[in-house]
T-cell receptor, first 108, second 113 residues
């Protein structure tokens, strides 16, 4: 299967700070998604971004498929941004592979 | 109502018992998946199905079975639960080529004692 590596594994921010999360993958992919897992365990779709750049409020994402990486930017972080951020890629046969996540803690 | 609904949301069961987790979706997607998440880890694929007659094993299918009763329903069974199957289980759906965005259910927290 496709290997997905996320960095950093843990991140502590002060409220209002900006951050960049990275996702590297080992093979070409059909699809890439970013999810936020909230403290209750729910997976929230953030971006469906096989390539290019998208923005949604304070969050934006960029995927460079040819170089096999994606970045998630969080600006002006808030305590509600805390949780785990997962990158998932879709390989052949429509199977999704997840990274181990970046655990974000935003302190007030 | 959620697009992907899992029942139950929480379950405690005893070792050796049979348990079924159910998933239904209103997205109209053909593809459905069951994943397992262990603490501090990402999600791992148990089984997936691309239509009612198509069932495929994922990377960790041992000890599990599935049934695709209809396009909208995909259930996961643990025939004889064991403690190391304690985990958070997710059902997901995705669309076809062109837009394969995946959508996840709320998760089922299963504890085997």
């Amino acid at each position: 299967g496709i290997q997905v590596e996320q960095s950093p594994p843990d991140l502590i921010l002060q409220e209002g700070a900006n951050s960049t999360l990275r996702c590297n993958f080992s093979d070409s992919v059909n699809n890439l998604q970013w999810f936020h897992q909230n403290p209750w365990g729910q997976l929230i779709n953030l971006f469906y971004i096989p390539s290019g750049t998208k923005q949604n409020g304070r969050l934006s994402a960029t995927t460079v498929a040819t170089e096999r990486y994606s970045l998630l930017y969080i600006s002006s972080s808030q305590t509600t941004d805390s949780g785990v951020y997962f990158c998932a890629v879709e390989g052949n046969f429509n199977k999704f592979y997840f990274g181990s996540g970046t655990k974000l803690n935003v302190k007030p | 109502d959620a697009d992907v609904t899992q029942t139950p949301r929480n379950r405690i069961t005893k070792t050796g018992k049979r348990i079924m987790l159910e998933c239904s979706q209103t997205k109209g997607h053909d593809r459905m998946y069951w994943y397992r998440q262990d603490p501090g880890l990402g999600l791992r694929l148990i089984y997936y199905s691309f239509d009612v007659k198509d069932i495929n094993k994922g990377e960790i299918s041992d000890g599990y079975s599935v049934s695709r009763q209809a396009q909208a329903k995909f259930s996961l069974s643990l025939e004889s639960a064991i403690p190391n199957q304690t985990a958070l289980y997710f059902c997901a759906t995705s669309g076809v080529k062109g837009n394969t965005e995946a959508f996840f259910g709320q998760g089922t927290r299963l504890t085997v004692v």
